[in-house]
């Protein structure tokens, strides 16, 4: 069993939909990060974040350490969002990663 | 800056040949990795690395080696490729503690074993 769940695994949404992705892990962990890939792209890190809340323009992370969950929200969803959102997890040197979900926004 | 460069992006190798995957980073950033990603998997640690001179195994290493003479420099080396190792490589870095900087990924490469 992979030390990183996602769900959903694939996800479609109208422009201007409320998308939330969701985390969970099994181990202990010193961070928690949520990634982005568009189609055929590069990997861009979006979030790092150990406990709490944070936010960056439409996309907004959340974590629990006593449920072991984390999610990742998309507010007013737009085409350009569509892309693979991975979690993964981190002890001081190695990060574990989820399966990722993959996001398709349609206009 | 150029952030992470790795080259090359493509690569189709005979079964048995051996190649080197090249990894640069600009931020002087003490931590680098080397993950693969194959379809419906997520990406998975080969190899890390947490300075000049160190280097130590992921979760995949078997086949493939690392050397870290250099802060800027990480390559990876197959050995002796195998269709198995078909798939698409990421190189990593961050500044030390890696797990718990952000991580600066490289565009990848995509490589094929017949």
């Known amino acids: 069993k992979n030390e990183v769940e996602q769900s959903p695994q694939n996800l479609t949404a109208q422009e201007g939909e409320f998308i939330t992705i969701n985390c969970s892990y099994s181990?202990?962990?010193?961070?928690l990060h949520w990634l982005q890939q568009h189609p055929g792209g590069g990997i861009v890190s979006l979030f790092m974040?150990?406990?709490g809340k944070k936010k960056h323009g439409r996309l907004i992370a959340t974590i629990n350490i006593q449920e072991k969950h984390s999610s990742l929200h998309i507010t007013a969803s737009h085409p350009r969002d569509s892309a693979v959102y991975i979690c993964a997890v981190s002890d001081d040197y190695k990060l574990s990663f989820g399966a990722g979900t993959t996001v398709t926004v349609r206009a | 800056n150029a952030g992470v460069t790795q080259t090359p992006k493509f690569q189709v190798l005979k079964t048995g040949q051996s190649m080197t995957l090249q990894c640069a980073q600009d931020m002087n950033h003490e931590y680098m990795s080397w993950y693969r990603q194959d379809p419906g998997m997520g990406l998975r640690l080969i190899h890390y690395?947490?300075?000049?001179?160190?280097?130590d195994q992921g979760e995949v290493p078997n086949g493939y080696n690392v050397s870290r003479s250099t802060t800027e420099d990480f390559p990876l080396r197959l050995l002796s490729a195998a269709p198995s190792q078909t798939s698409v490589y990421f190189c990593?870095?961050?500044?030390?503690?890696?797990?718990?900087?952000?991580?600066?990924f490289g565009d990848g490469t995509r490589l094929s074993i017949l």
């Open positions: 690395s947490v300075g000049a001179g160190i280097t």
């Open positions: 990593a870095s961050s500044r030390i503690t890696g797990g718990n900087q952000p991580q600066h």
């Open positions: 181990v202990g962990i010193s961070a």
């Open positions: 974040l150990s406990s």
